[in-house]
């Protein structure tokens, strides 16, 4: 059974947040689960497994893009005993070299418990206009 509070999920989406915009690749991995399914803008196609994941992170984190975002009020929906899913607004910035742009957006995150432990095992996130 998953324990956790919803302030402690907003400090683990925040956790997450922090690894991605920093680029640190291991401790982004340790919030995925082995079959996570993963769909975004940044990806052409959705990506299955955490194996594919960490070949499209490890890809794009080599690029010269650097991201910041950060989630709005987090809406938090219990699923089951083991999981439960996540809704926000984010809003950050791209910069690539000396251009920036803004950007909004719906991020999704559907957690469920894998050794004890929140995973992420399907993730979403749309550009908004």
């Known amino acids: 059974m998953l324990n956790i509070s919803e302030n402690e999920i907003v400090a683990l989406m925040n956790q997450i947040q922090q690894a991605l915009d920093s680029k640190n690749l291991t401790a982004l991995l340790e919030f995925y689960h082995p079959e996570i399914q993963y769909?975004?803008?940044?990806?052409?196609?959705?990506?299955?497994?955490?194996?594919?994941?960490?070949?499209?992170?490890?890809?794009?984190?080599?690029?010269?893009?650097?991201?910041?975002?950060?989630?709005?009020?987090?809406?938090?929906?219990?699923?089951?005993?083991?999981?439960?899913?996540?809704?926000?607004?984010?809003?950050?910035?791209?910069?690539i070299y000396y251009s920036e742009q803004r950007f909004k957006g719906w991020l999704s995150r559907v957690f469920t418990e894998h050794d004890g432990k929140p995973k992420i095992i399907l993730e979403h996130f749309t550009l908004s206009k």
């Open 39 to 95: 769909i975004g803008p940044a990806f052409p196609k959705p990506i299955m497994g955490i194996e594919n994941l960490k070949t499209a992170f490890e890809n794009h984190f080599q690029t010269p893009q650097r991201t910041s975002s950060a989630c709005g009020e987090i809406k938090v929906t219990r699923l089951s005993e083991n999981s439960f899913a996540v809704v926000c607004l984010v809003e950050g910035r791209q910069i």
